[in-house]
């Protein structure tokens, strides 16, 4: 008589669901379920091109609220986007540490490769132009509750983990795709905006890269030369990155969220759009003006 507690025999099923559980994927649909939960328009494995390897690559979320928000419509001439672009990780056998130094209070340094206008740039600084108007008054807001921000990071290897897992390379490459598809994406939506005949509008758009991960996440401060880990579910990372389309260096401030705190997160980010939008709202006339006065110089930079 066969013994009925001897180990069934593993189906394909049984292994394909094995190796599923161990991919990105159902992560990434986990948080693409999440944002429809949250009223986003989600678009998956989003393409764009690489220009450093020169081939076309693809990010895992973009996503674009779809509820307008109230303070909308009183933003004129100002329309007005900030959406989420998103990489998914997962690692069982290391864990991911981010080294924090305080962060400089005014956060828009960070976020320099985040965000175009439609309102053009002038050749020279001008503390009265447009630009450094709305660097000063609306995204000095987005990262401002941060004290600390990461400048460095490694993944290290969980005691007892078995070989193969994730390496540094992982938080790289992430954050390499997230900075890249930024740029890529700014400068799409930049040159369709400039194909668009002139109109009433001018376009504000900001982009925020995030890194939802999977596994064990730290930050790692330094006490009288000690270091001094804590888990966190929440990291902002700095980076920089050589934008081809703009030929300089930018900066990136690049969220590192916990799987476990995503549905947070995005109530911060709900509230980060909000105080981007009454912050434009409280220096509206004054942008309105900045952006007059700065298209007329570069109209006279142009007749020089």
């Excluded at 897992?165 to 939506?189: D, P």
């Amino acid at each position: 008589m066969p013994n009925k507690d001897k180990k069934k025999k593993r189906t394909l099923e049984d292994y394909l669901i094995e190796r599923i559980k161990k991919s990105g994927y159902p992560l990434e649909i986990e948080l693409s379920n999440l944002l429809d939960i949250e009223r986003y328009v989600v678009f998956n494995t989003r393409y764009y091109f690489d220009e450093d390897e020169k081939q076309g690559r693809d990010i895992d979320i973009y996503a674009m609220p779809l509820e307008s928000h109230p303070l909308e419509e009183k933003l004129a001439p100002f329309n007005v986007r900030t959406e989420l672009v998103i990489e998914c990780k997962k690692s069982d056998t290391h864990a991911w540490i981010f080294y924090t130094r305080p962060s400089i209070p005014v956060s828009y340094v960070y976020m320099s490769g985040q965000y175009i206008t439609s309102v053009p740039e002038l050749s020279r600084f001008s503390s009265e132009s447009f630009h450094w108007q709305l660097k000063q008054r609306v995204l000095f807001t987005p990262h401002s509750r941060f004290e600390r921000i990461a400048v460095a990071y490694e993944e290290i290897k969980k005691a007892k983990a078995g070989k193969g897992g994730s390496s540094r390379k992982e938080i790289f490459e992430a954050v390499s795709q997230l900075v890249k598809f930024t740029c890529y994406e700014l400068h799409q939506i930049h040159r369709r905006i400039s194909q668009i005949a002139r109109s009433d509008l001018e376009h504000i758009i900001v982009l925020f890269p995030v890194v939802v991960f999977d596994g064990d996440m730290f930050e790692v401060r330094f006490d009288s030369g000690e270091p001094r880990p804590e888990k966190k579910n929440h990291i902002l990372l700095a980076t920089q990155y050589r934008c081809p389309y703009r030929q300089e260096v930018v900066r990136f401030a690049v969220d590192i969220v916990h799987r476990s705190y995503f549905r947070e997160f995005l109530q911060t980010a709900r509230i980060c759009f909000f105080e981007i939008r009454e912050r434009i709202m409280q220096n509206l006339d004054e942008l309105i003006k900045r952006a007059e006065d700065t298209r007329a110089a570069k109209l006279k930079e142009g007749l020089k």
